[in-house]
């Protein structure tokens, strides 16, 4: 019996504090691309123990779990505390396509009170709170970089970006957050 | 006292607060708060610069971004020299070094200034008639003895050590400019609730109120309620005041660029700082209060030392307390100059003459100057200067004929009216529409959210200026959707000037004149003389006019010429102005920098930089990376002493002896998934895939609708409803896409989704006899038998106890293994194989061992042996189509007569007659090297390496009916000898592939 390998998150070591912004990896999750038509979602819904957001830019959370709708058929799935979602999805018969992205992705929190201004250097979306409130979530460009960009609380986000890309995008913000304004 | 030009009761700045600069090496003092202009005007000094075609002395006409002449570079050490900087706009700073431009060897004495002499010769066009033969003299020496004497500033030979940055930014209403306009339009945007940026292009906010020393805003002197107002502003959360910042362009959807600069004005900037920052804005509704430009009256010798603009001469006077003469003459076709000629008198500057070109000019500014004792010349001409480096008199005429009169003066504020500064507007698509009774060009049709106001919308009263800003910031905030909270409160305003009146073209009385050359575009050196020239040759276009003569194509982009240029070609053309046309206003309104555009994407952040999960271990153990797409990718491990050569045949022969370790990561992945995945492959890809197995692979073929090769790559059934692709490493965004594409737009009706895994697996590949020694006691639950675990199988099951995809295949032929195991487990597995590798005689290698060890066996890269016209068949690969297949994409592209037609480029091998000679990849090959030049190509080497493995150089090659040659002997006719080659087959290595399966 070997013993399992060990894990080496891409950002390994980075954070960045400074005034009123922190730069931070996120702690490893287990994430799903959920593709589903109509039909599968209260089925799908159940299985995962949350509601399917069904409106763009929105967001479903319940626990360490949320599911970011990206598309009119399609899912992002997140569980920090690390569950088997795969095996979630495949109790269900309702037509759908789960694949396993946990690694595919990694995430970088950014928090504090110029957080909206920080990702202002590199997302051209409105980020101020009316237009993207606590709960909003968006795939959308960082700089050169595809990202998804959940708001999570006032002054936090998450951003999720593939493993290879988040070296660039934490230097990106962190450049960002190096200057004053 | 900071310059002996400067006054003790008059402007703003704080006399206790000097500051050091130098200009051409001459020691200066100026005050802080001054612009270089005002600072070396305040030092008495007007001659600034050379003019770009008859280098003739040139001094300050301007107070702001409209400068045409006073073009410095600032030097901050040896990588910071900025050139064409306007010294209107340049801040100073303790410590300035500015020097003067385009003059040789120095600025009083220029040797280019000969050129003023040979001006016939340099007439309107003549870049276009003068050095038209021969023709190749054009590249040789006139383009270049044209640019060289012909200039502006010297651009920087360092790279750019500083910092630009980036923001996007929404609001619902966009102010441009922070005159009276712009912040009353701000001030009700601002209180009704919405959310607003005002950005204005001067270090303080105020616009006009700077010089205007009659306006009366709300009780208060005009520049005190501006400043009042910013301060109102600015405790607003809803607001943000971007002072320095240029609105320079207007683009599609409201988005409007803003350059800010946010270092330049200091002495010691944070090295870290950013210099400039690049804000896109996209505002729900754009107020532009971009206010007007005086014009300069065209007259000759409008262009010496000391002659500028009036509210130029008002602005160094009110503002930085500057005279900028002792004898200061003024020159007008309209009032707001008489607003100037009082200021002066008023601080005691002689002022001995005031000459208007109207011939019974009225008003209370007209009274109060004749009041004043100003000795009014009306109906009269200036129709000659003097004076060779700076300005000693003005010679004067009636209009209507008389005696000339010589008037001793060292300055002359001269002004023909004002332009509406329409740049944005028209910008933003808006219609711009001809006021004849004005003689301007307002904003008409709006072409998107936008609403002008003030000076830019014609608008020259003060009190209307202010009620209809305020009318349109709160109409503003109400159609975004602001809520109000209460009106602002009407301020009254009052102004004793109108900006109205004026001409265009020269001046009455002047035109004739022999009194020399009558500037139309000072900066581009164009007369009046140019512009009826340019008619009388046959231009009728004002853009015709514009190319034939450069005028308004220099960097100010004629902000204060235009208008007299598409006067004087009306008047020549007897046509009405709007018919002549006004040329197009394009981005950017004033210069901007590449670093403000280019932002924070230079070095490591010009583009991502992707690493695969192994790629600390390949740096620790000395990998050679390349460049693939974003990616680095480990391209040979060099031991102590090896160069690439050896270190290559090393990885090549031990991969064939023992085993080799290969980072495969990069491939791209595509999940395949859906009740309908083997229709939709079936579909994509040329093989047949309905009756593949679960648990095993096959090698596919992406074709494009033309039939041609698009990708390659080996897909594994892990379920009936789940295909695990691979593809290139640098086709895999496109092949995704190209794959999304086709499933939306042509198979819509298939229940079946694409999600791309390329970064969810970190791939091993163990390549050689001993890989399965290797991965055997990693793997658990699989047997790894050839009977249980052929070749071109894969399985779901545990590697280094974590989730893994084994297959079985091979790109070197070898018996081989990939190890698909997720990514963050990656580096450790990595070290798990690596270790039992090292027990067997393994070796890591690298992308350049793949590819001559695949090369060995004959598989082809996609984009290397293929250049997108080459098919299955033209590769030797018509195996991969599935004969009994109806439809996939590039089915009937491969029925195309061409596509089957005899003579096609076939790959095939080549073996040079001297083993040791390896062939240039892309080299060209003929059938008859003593042909004459050009000869007819057969075709070309696609990729070409040194075996190891073979002891003889390789090659792949794709040329005419090349199966039909084999045996053939060929030729590659290079430089330096010609190469004589031989074609085979193009498996150079276990042809019968008895390796692969062990």
Known sequence: ??????????????????????????????????????????????????????????????????????????????????????????????LHSAVDISHRN???????????????????????????????????????????????????????????????????????????? | MAGAFRLPAAGRLDAGRTLRFTFDGVSHTGLAGDTLASALLANGVHLVGRSFKYHRPRGILAAGAEEPNALVGIHRDAARRTPNVRATVQELYDGLNAVSQNRWPSLSFDVGALNDLAAPFFSAGFYYKTFMWPRAAWERLYEPVIRRAAGLGVAPDQPDPDNYSNRFAHCDVLVVGAGPAGLAAALAAAEAGARVILADEQP????????????????????????????????????????????????AHNMVALAERLTDHLAAPDAQA????????????????????????????????????????????????????????????????????LDLKKQGIAVPVLVDARQAPQGGLVEQAREAGIEVLAGHA????????????????????????????????????????????????????????????????????????????GTTDLGMVVEEALHAGAEAAGQTGAQARGATARPEARSPEGWSAGIAGPAPGAEAGKGGKAFVDFQNDVTAKDIAQAVREGMRSIEHVKRFTTTGMATDQGKTSNLHALAIAARMLDKPVPEVGLTTFRPPYTPVTFGALVGHGRGALFEPTR?????????????????????????????????????????????????????????????????????????????????????????????????????????????????????????????????????????????????????????IAVQGPRARDIVAPLVEGVDLSDAAMPHMSVRTCRVCGVPARLFRISFTGERGFEINVPADHGLAVWEAVWAQGERHGAVAYGTETMHVLRAEKGFIIVGQDTDGTVTPDDAGLAWAIGKKKTDFVGIRGLRRTDLVAPGRRQLIGLKTLDPSIVLEEGAQIVADPNQKVPMKMLGFVTSAYWSENCGHSIALALVEDGRARMGERLYVPMPDGTIEVEVTSTVFFDEKGERVHG
């Open chain 1, 1 to 94: 019996m070997v013993e399992a390998a060990r894990r080496t998150s891409p950002l390994e070591g980075r954070a960045f504090r400074g005034h009123g912004i922190v730069l931070a990896p996120a702690a490893p999750a287990s994430r799903l691309s959920l593709r589903a038509a109509e039909e599968a979602l209260p089925a799908l819904s159940k299985a995962l123990g949350l509601s399917l957001p069904r409106r763009p830019k929105t967001s479903a959370a319940e626990g360490g779990r949320a599911a970011l709708w990206l598309g009119p058929d399609e899912w992002l799935v997140i569980d920090e505390q690390g569950a088997d979602l795969p095996a979630l999805a495949a109790g269900v018969s309702a």
């Open chain 2, 382 to 457: 200036v129709t000659g200067t003097r004076g060779r480096l700076r300005l000693s008199a003005i010679e004067v005429v009636p209009v209507a004929g008389g005696p000339q009169r010589r008037v001793e003066a060292d300055a002359l504020l001269t002004s023909a009216g004002w332009t509406p500064a329409v740049h944005l507007f028209s910008q933003s698509r808006g219609k711009l529409a001809y006021d004849a009774g004005t003689g301007r060009f307002l904003p008409g049709t709006h072409a998107q959210n936008a609403v002008c106001v003030g000076a830019c919308n």
């Open chain 1, 106 to 181: 990694t995430a970088i929190l950014v928090s504090g009170k110029r957080a909206e201004e920080v990702l202002a250097a590199g997302c051209p979306q409105d980020l101020c709170e009316a237009r993207f409130p606590v709960g909003a979530a968006s795939r959308t460009v960082f700089g050169k970089a595809e990202i998804v960009l959940w708001r999570t609380g006032k002054t936090v986000f998450r951003v999720e970006c593939w493993r290879s890309f988040s070296d660039y995008v934490f230097s990106l913000l962190e450049k960002a957050a190096r200057e004053t304004m």
């Open chain 2, 204 to 251: 303080q906010p105020g616009g006009s109120l700077r010089f205007e020393s009659g306006a009366v805003i709300d009780g208060k002197p005009g520049w005190e309620w501006a400043q009042e107002t910013v301060a109102r502003l600015a405790a607003k959360d809803n607001v943000r005041i971007l002072t320095r910042t240029t609105g320079f362009g207007y683009y």
């Open chain 2, 611 to 763: 690493r695969t999960p192994i790629h600390a271990w390949a740096e620790a153990h000395g990998a050679v990376f390349e460049d693939v797409g974003q990616w680095k990718r480990a391209w040979y491990f060099p031991k102590d002493g090896e160069d690439m050569h050896a270190a290559v045949a090393r990885e090549c022969r031990t991969v064939r002896q023992a085993a080799g370790i290969f980072d495969a990561s990069t491939l791209g992945k595509i999940e395949v998934v859906g009740p309908d995945a083997a229709r939709f492959m079936e579909l994509m890809y040329t093989n047949p895939w309905a009756r593949l197995e679960v648990g095993r692979c096959r090698y596919g073929i992406m074709l494009r609708e033309d039939g041609f090769i698009y990708d390659d790559g080996v897909v594994g059934r892990l379920a009936e409803d789940r295909f695990h692709v691979t593809t290139t490493t640098g086709g895999a965004p496109r092949v995704l896409h190209h794959m999304e594409d086709y499933l939306q737009t042509e198979f819509p009706h298939l229940k079946v989704w694409l999600t791309s895994t390329t970064e969810q697996w970190a791939v």
């Open chain 2, 274 to 341: 950013p210099r400039e920052r690049l804000w896109q804005v996209r505002a729900g509704r754009v107020v532009l209060a971009t206010g007007a430009i005086e014009r300069h009256m065209v007259f000759p010798g409008n262009d010496r030392p000391g002659i500028m603009l009036a509210a130029a001469g008002r602005t160094y006077l009110n503002h930085y307390g500057v005279a900028v003469g002792r004898r200061v003459a003024v020159y007008t076709a309209c009032d707001s100059a008489y607003a100037a000629a």
